[in-house]
C-alpha cells in the first residue's frame, strides 16, 4: 500500500514548513474580510501561520501577513485574529 503525500505549507512568520494540518489558514474573501480558515476551504487569498502567539505576533509585526494577504491590516482585525488565533484547536500557544 502506498503512503498518502502530506502537503507542507510555509508560515509567513517562521518560515518552517510544516503539514498543512499543523498551521493555521488565514484568508482575506473576495469582499474584503479577514476569516480564519479551519477546514482549507474557504475561498479568497490565503497565507499559512503556525498555531501560535509568537507567530501571529511576529506576521503582524513585519508585516509579512499584509503583503502575503494583500491587505492593510486594521487594529479591529488584528484584536480578531489574535482571539481566533488563541481558540484554534491544537494550538501550541507557549
Avoid: F, H, W
Amino acid at each position: 500500500m502506498k503512503t498518502r503525500k502530506v502537503p507542507l505549507r510555509t508560515c509567513v512568520a517562521c518560515q518552517a514548513k510544516r503539514p498543512k494540518r499543523e498551521l493555521v489558514r488565514i484568508v482575506r474573501t473576495p469582499q474584503g474580510e479577514l476569516v480564519l480558515d479551519r477546514r482549507g476551504k474557504v475561498s479568497g487569498r490565503g497565507a499559512y501561520v503556525c498555531n501560535r502567539k509568537q507567530c501571529v505576533a511576529e506576521a503582524v509585526k513585519s508585516r509579512r501577513l499584509e503583503r502575503a494577504l494583500e491587505v492593510d491590516l486594521t487594529e479591529a482585525m488584528v484584536d480578531a485574529l489574535y482571539r481566533d488565533v488563541e481558540g484554534a484547536p491544537d494550538g501550541d500557544m507557549a
